[in-house]
């Protein structure tokens, strides 16, 4: 029973501080960031737009990068949710067709 209870503990510990890493809310989203995009490698590659990252108390930016597609997948941009809260930012990522 004690190892049960341990185990429950720490999947709930992991749970809420997983649930809590990405919603950081900000009252003013942060100003657009402008900036060359590079050439590709090739043709192949697929653009992955820059990222906003919760760091040292606020969002940071974090630059684009053109990366091989995953098959079966299409990458869909990050952006900014507004709530009555303030701002959150939903990261990009790769998704299933």
């Known amino acids: 029973m004690k190892k049960i209870s341990y185990y429950l503990i720490g999947v709930l510990a992991i749970a809420s501080m997983t649930s809590c890493a990405s919603g950081y ?39 684009g990068r053109w990366e091989r597609p995953r098959p079966g997948n299409s990458w869909r941009e990050g952006y900014w949710q507004n709530s009555r809260r303030g701002y959150k930012w939903h990261p990009g990522h790769w998704q299933r067709h």
């Open 25 to 63: 809310v900000v009252r003013e989203r942060p100003a657009a960031v402008i900036y060359s995009r590079p050439a590709p490698a090739s043709r192949e590659y697929v653009w992955i737009g820059g990222d906003w990252v919760w760091t040292g108390g606020r969002y940071q930016w974090h630059e």
